[in-house]
């Protein structure tokens, strides 16, 4: 079955600083695979997707992502960080077989200090 | 364009009385329909999936149950709710084309008392 790990539950940054959330996937079958951000009290909004396409998937609101098939990982990014950034990051996979199931990791919580 | 209206917004209910919540989508036809719960530190849990009217697909043993009575309409419910109820549910829907991922509703914010 397929498995997300996101490496650090809490992950804490300067305004202006570069973030770096960790994404992880288990499949020998590269999935599809999501980065979703969720602010208090909302929804899930998705921010960028790896669909096959080019390794290098750029989002909304300055994040990107990079697909590594040799490390079986999805990092998200983005260069210089803004208040407005804190909230919590969702990784998500769908493929591997479970073909109308998104599998989610845990989440990491990001705090923006200023 | 698509959108997912799910209510109420937030919910409070004792012990062992019944939940209803609503999730309705616009704008898409024949759409996979999902309930997710999210408990604290607890990440997103898949409680149930539908493909279909009336196919239902549980991911859990538990005190909850859904239907999808119409192509767009996914219901969540309980006849008795338990303290461990208590959560955050988000409801979802994704087309036939997996690359698109899910779009959520807004959630429901559930506390038993």
């Known amino acids: 079955a397929q498995s997300v790990t996101q490496l650090g539950s809490h992950v804490s940054v300067s305004e202006g600083a570069l973030v770096l959330l960790r994404c992880n996937y288990s499949?020998?079958?590269?999935?599809?695979l999501f980065w979703y951000v969720q602010y208090p009290n909302q929804g899930l909004q998705l921010l960028l997707k790896?669909?096959?396409?080019?390794?290098l998937v750029k989002g909304i609101n300055g994040f990107e992502a990079e697909f590594k098939k040799s490390e079986t990982s999805f990092h998200l990014t983005k260069p210089s960080a803004h208040m407005s950034d804190a909230a919590e990051y969702f990784c998500a996979a769908l493929g591997g077989g479970s073909n109308y199931k998104l599998t989610f990791g845990k989440g990491t919580l990001l705090t923006v200090n200023p | 364009s698509q959108t997912i209206h799910q209510w109420p917004a937030t919910l409070v209910q004792p012990v062992g009385s019944p939940l209803s919540l609503e999730c309705t989508v616009e704008?898409?036809?024949?759409?996979?329909l999902y309930w997710y719960r999210q408990a604290a530190g607890r990440g997103l849990q898949l409680l149930f999936y539908s493909v279909g009217i009336g196919q239902i697909s549980s991911e859990v043993p538990q005190n909850l149950s859904a239907s999808r009575p119409q192509d767009r309409q996914f219901i969540l419910s309980s006849k008795k709710l338990l303290l461990s109820d208590s959560g955050f549910y988000l409801c979802a829907w994704s087309v036939g084309s997996l690359g698109y991922g899910y779009t959520f509703g807004s959630g429901t914010r559930l506390t038993v008392v």
């Open positions: 704008g898409t036809s024949n759409p996979n």
């Open positions: 499949s020998s079958v590269p999935p599809y």
């Open positions: 790896y669909t096959s396409a080019a390794t």
